[in-house]
Structure formats: structure tokens, C-alpha cells
């Protein structure tokens, strides 16, 4: 089946230090990534949709220029938490639809990234 | 807006125990609905899904109706096990194609022997 690979698992950071992550889909083809944040015993909040090419589409509430998306290739999109703070510790998680499959196919997610700014 | 609602953990109960988790859902038109599950220190792994009217997904004794009429994707199991502990999450899609999942607030079920 799809997979996306994400790295790193976990990071700590200090304070005001930029972390990038990396989300890959390993045997597809994906013009498309979703990058969520998930807080402790909550759900997944979406915060933005990575689109290959092109700019991408934030979420209402999310600052862009705090998370900064690339997506370079159908293969890779990056999120880039800059100038971190404590409070963007969290668990950051992306996602891709296989494009083969159908547009009811349920997305193939990363096992996430633990962000931890000290 | 679409948005999905499910009931407040956590959920305890015995091994071999009945479980159900409701969840009901707000969309326009014909929604995809799944339930994932997130392993504790693991990521979302899709547990099953319905992408139309009474379609009823199963997996692992798991499973779920799509109910439209009351816009309900309530996930059943017959026997719980120890195993089974986990965050499960009711998610919907539209079916129009590059659009994210959205998710309930996920329920935690514990299981005890």
C-alpha cells in the first residue's frame, strides 16, 4: 500500500530556533500533502494543504509566515516551524491521497513528528 | 461547514466487552467517512471506511454503517480486547478530489483484563 514516510520522529529545539520536517511519499506520486497539528488528548487540526508547484493554501488562524510549506516535488513537501516558541510544541503530522486511488480513498498519513522548543 | 462529532472519552471497559463510539457528522453532499486509529506513539492508521449510503465498513471485528438518515458513523465491536486500546478518530472527506480529512476529537477506549 501507499506510504509516506515522514522525518524527523521527534525533535527539540531551543527557543528561536527554526526545524524543518520532512514528508515524503515513498511509492507515489503526490501533487497533493496535508500538514496537521495535533495537541495533546485533541484531534488533528488541519493547517494547511501543500500543493506541488505552487503556493501553499493555509487554514484560518495559521500564520505562514511561522509555518513555512514547500512542496518541490511530487515526492516531498517541508513544513518549517521558524522562530520557535514553546507554545508550537506539538505533534505535526502530513498526509497524501495516493492519486491513483479515488477521490473517496481516505488519506495515508506520516507517523508524525514530536515537536518539543525548549 | 462539514464537521464531525464524537462522543467524550475516555471509554473503559473490560476485554471481551461490547464497544460502541458514536459519531455523527455535518456535510454538504455525499461525504466519504472513516475511522482511523492511533496506536499509543504511533501514527493515524485507517481502521475502515463507507463512501456511500448504508455501505457498512469492517475491519479487524471493527465496523461502522453510513447511516444518512441520521448522519450517524457509530464504530462497533462485539468483544473488545487489551490490544484494542488506542485513540480512534470519525473523520469525513467531500468527495471533491485534493481535499483533507476532517476529523472528530478523537475518543480513547481502554481496555482491561
Same mark, same amino acid.
Given at each position: 500500500g501507499a506510504v509516506v514516510s515522514q522525518h524527523p520522529s521527534w525533535?527539540?529545539?531551543?527557543?528561536?530556533?527554526?526545524?524543518?520536517i520532512e514528508?515524503?511519499?515513498?511509492?507515489?506520486?503526490a501533487t497533493t500533502m496535508f500538514w496537521y497539528r495535533q495537541f495533546p488528548k485533541q484531534s488533528l487540526m488541519l493547517m494547511a494543504t501543500s500543493n506541488e508547484g505552487s503556493k501553499a493554501t493555509y487554514e484560518q488562524g495559521?500564520?505562514?509566515?511561522?509555518?513555512?510549506i514547500n512542496h518541490a516535488s511530487l515526492t516531498l513537501s517541508t513544513l518549517t516551524v521558524t522562530s520557535a516558541h514553546p507554545e508550537d510544541s506539538s505533534f505535526y503530522i502530513c498526509s497524501a491521497r495516493d492519486p491513483g486511488d479515488s477521490q473517496n480513498s481516505p488519506l495515508h498519513f506520516g507517523n508524525g513528528t514530536r515537536l518539543t522548543v525548549t | 461547514g462539514n464537521s464531525v462529532t464524537?462522543?467524550?472519552g475516555p471509554v %473503559? !471497559?473490560?476485554?471481551? /466487552?461490547? !464497544?460502541?463510539i458514536n459519531c455523527t457528522y455535518? /456535510?454538504?453532499?455525499?461525504p466519504s467517512l472513516f475511522w482511523y486509529v492511533q496506536y499509543p506513539g504511533e501514527g493515524l492508521q485507517l481502521l475502515l471506511k463507507a463512501t456511500k449510503a448504508d455501505d457498512k465498513g469492517s475491519n479487524k471485528?471493527?465496523?461502522a454503517t453510513y447511516r444518512k438518515e441520521t448522519t450517524s458513523f457509530h464504530l462497533e465491536k462485539g468483544?473488545?480486547?487489551?490490544?484494542?486500546? /488506542?485513540?480512534?478518530?470519525? /473523520? !469525513?472527506? %467531500?468527495?471533491?478530489a485534493g481535499t483533507a480529512l476532517i476529523f472528530g476529537k478523537g475518543t480513547t477506549l481502554s481496555v482491561s483484563s
Open positions: 525533535v527539540i529545539c531551543k527557543s528561536g530556533t527554526s526545524v524543518k514528508c515524503r511519499s515513498l511509492d507515489f506520486q495559521v500564520e505562514k509566515d511561522k509555518f513555512l | 464524537q462522543m467524550e %473503559t !471497559l473490560s476485554e471481551e /466487552a461490547f !464497544l460502541t455535518t /456535510a454538504t453532499g455525499y471485528g471493527f465496523e468483544s473488545v480486547q487489551v490490544s484494542d486500546s /488506542a485513540v480512534y478518530f470519525c /473523520a !469525513l472527506s %467531500t468527495p471533491q
